[in-house]
């Protein structure tokens, strides 16, 4: 078990590849979009798309650049990027983020922030009962009171605080 969270989960060639592919996408798509708009010289001056469309040119360039390099790197050069443990707990953490913000539209930021903290103090953090929720209801109250009283901040709520007629 051990050994198999020491193993390389990828490799730095591989991500090096995959963000440079990314971000030469990125790039001929703002050139894309921005010669569609306009990216030449005018009679008034530059076109909408003049100086995007150049960046983009840029970005392509410097991808491509990197992209070379990296297909260049050795097997023996090659170090690992991330180890197994270590993405694990990436996961441990983004998964429950990703839920954390999906929840907001439906149980509102300040029910669906509480149950984010009570559940990391409580999963990641072995806290005892007592603590996660008092600090988890403590933080989302602090944050209403702060947000919604203090500021007259609105942030977006759910079927709680409309039964409390919080809306």
Known sequence: ??????????????????????????????????????????????????????????????????????????????????MRGQLKMVVLVMVPTIIYVALINWLGIYVASTIYIALFMWWLGKYSWVK?????????VAFFLMFEVWFKVPLPKGPLEAALGLN
Do not use: H
Not at 132 to 140: A, E, M, P, R
């Open 132 to 140: 996660y929720v008092s600090v988890s209801v403590g933080v989302s």
């Open 1 to 82: 078990m051990e050994q198999s969270q020491d193993k390389s989960a990828v490799s730095r060639k591989t991500m090096e590849i995959a963000v440079t592919l990314l971000f030469l996408i990125f790039g001929l798509v703002v050139s894309w979009d921005s010669y569609r708009l306009g990216a030449k010289w005018g009679s008034d001056g530059p076109q909408a798309g003049y100086f995007p469309f150049y960046i983009g040119v840029i970005i392509i360039i410097c991808s491509a650049i990197t992209l070379f390099q990296s297909l260049l790197i050795k097997a023996a050069d090659n170090e690992p990027f991330v």
